[in-house]
């Protein structure tokens, strides 16, 4: 059974930064695409970043392009998100979502295109 696990969540000020993992089990994830997602209070879900697990390929909301980074630790199983240069409007549960057996490249950013998804982790950017 797929799980994820995110962490390193966390309250931060504006302008600093932070690192989330996701621990991934349980599943193949060659040809896995993996995705960071948020969601604020009040709002709808929203894609932040993916990454393809065999190429690396990336790709960012514009909200966050030039701020936050992703990737992947092939052999631990883990997909980080950066995020520098923090601001309040980061604040949400961000989580992360696996679509396994791709193989495709393609940049997938919609929430339900991900089967699998962790418990989330809250980060919260004071002014």
């Known amino acids: 059974q797929v799980q994820l696990v995110e962490s390193g969540g966390g309250l931060v000020q504006a302008g600093g930064s932070l690192r989330l993992s996701c621990a991934a089990s349980?599943?193949?994830?060659?040809?896995?695409?993996m995705g960071w997602f948020r969601q604020a209070p009040g709002k709808e879900r929203e894609f932040v970043a993916s990454?393809?697990?065999?190429?690396?390929?990336?790709y960012y909301a514009d909200s966050v392009k030039g701020r936050f980074t992703i990737s992947r630790d092939m052999a631990k199983n883990t997909v980080y998100l950066q995020m520098n240069s923090l601001k309040p409007e980061d604040t949400a549960v961000y989580y992360c979502?696996?679509?396994?057996?791709?193989?495709?490249?393609?940049?997938?950013?919609?929430?339900?295109?991900?089967?699998?998804w962790g418990q989330g982790t809250q980060v919260t950017v004071s002014s």
């Open positions: 979502a696996a679509k396994l057996s791709t193989y495709d490249g393609r940049v997938y950013y919609v929430p339900s295109d991900y089967a699998y």
């Open positions: 990454i393809n697990w065999n190429i690396g390929r990336t």
């Open positions: 349980g599943g193949t994830f060659s040809g896995a695409v």
